[in-house]
């Protein structure tokens, strides 16, 4: 059983950056596909990136990238979502997900465990 547990929302100014961090006590496989999602007020979860137990980052959301990267630390069973350039429009509860079966999808019933999710705000 994989519990994440996310930090590194908040307040950030547009133009800002901030590095969401997903840790776990448990042991994130290397086999395990990592997925990014979003959820603003008002609208449905969405999948904004994931990366393939081959290493391969797939990305839902074409306004994230190039400046959205996500990476793991296997020694400290932590993944980690760095988001750059942020805009208002990122504004949401951001949330990571693992798939034990190792494949990427768009759809929050591609994963098997997620974080609590952690707020971003971009505001001025």
């Known amino acids: 059983q994989v519990q994440f547990v996310e930090s590194g929302g908040g307040l950030v100014q547009p133009g800002g950056s901030l590095r969401l961090s997903c840790a776990t006590s448990g042991f994130i496989s290397d086999y395990y596909a990592i997925g990014w999602f979003r959820q603003a007020p008002g609208k449905e979860r969405e999948g904004v990136l994931c990366t393939h137990r081959s290493g391969i980052s797939t990305y839902y959301v074409d306004s994230v990238k190039g400046r959205f990267t996500d990476s793991r630390d296997n020694a400290k069973n932590t993944v980690y979502l760095q988001m750059n350039s942020l805009k208002p429009e990122d504004t949401a509860a951001y949330y990571c997900?693992?798939?034990?079966?190792?494949?990427?999808?768009?759809?929050?019933?591609?994963?098997?465990?997620w974080g609590q999710g952690t707020q971003v705000t971009v505001s001025s």
């Open positions: 997900a693992a798939s034990r079966w190792g494949y990427c999808s768009a759809s929050v019933n591609g994963y098997d465990y």
